[in-house]
């Protein structure tokens, strides 16, 4: 059983920047896929950014792109999510997420976008952007 704990949430003014931190425990961490999503006030939650085990790409959402970064330490268990020039509508509830890689390491891009592929989520942090 992998356990996930979000931390780095806020409150920002519009531009400022933000590091989420989601550290793993229970699991080999290198062995799991890591994503951010996030779910805006009465909104669906939606898929934000993505890094595999090996940790060699990482795939972003086209609202994060060039603003935001997803990176990881497997010597320390955690999976961080940059964000720079934040904007008011990135005001949101963010989880992170892990989902098991296969032995082979194999993927689909696409397949680390979609939420019901992940099978460990946080209790989500606070991120709240004014204008």
């Known amino acids: 059983q992998v356990q996930l704990v979000e931390s780095g949430g806020g409150l920002v003014q519009a531009g400022d920047s933000l590091r989420l931190s989601c550290t793993a425990s229970?699991?080999?961490?290198?062995?799991?896929?890591m994503g951010w999503f996030r779910r805006p006030l009465g909104k669906e939650r939606e898929f934000v950014a993505a890094v595999p085990g090996s940790g060699d790409r990482t795939y972003l959402a086209d609202s994060a792109k060039g603003r935001f970064t997803i990176s990881r330490d497997n010597a320390k268990n955690t999976v961080y999510l940059q964000m720079n020039s934040l904007k008011p509508e990135d005001t949101a509830v963010y989880y992170c997420?892990?989902?098991?890689?296969?032995?082979?390491?194999?993927?689909?891009?696409?397949?680390?976008?979609?939420?019901?592929?992940?099978?460990?989520w946080g209790q989500g942090t606070q991120v709240t952007v004014s204008s």
């Open positions: 997420a892990a989902r098991r890689m296969s032995y082979s390491g194999s993927y689909s891009p696409g397949s680390l976008t979609r939420q019901y592929e992940y099978s460990y």
């Open positions: 229970g699991g080999t961490f290198s062995r799991y896929a």
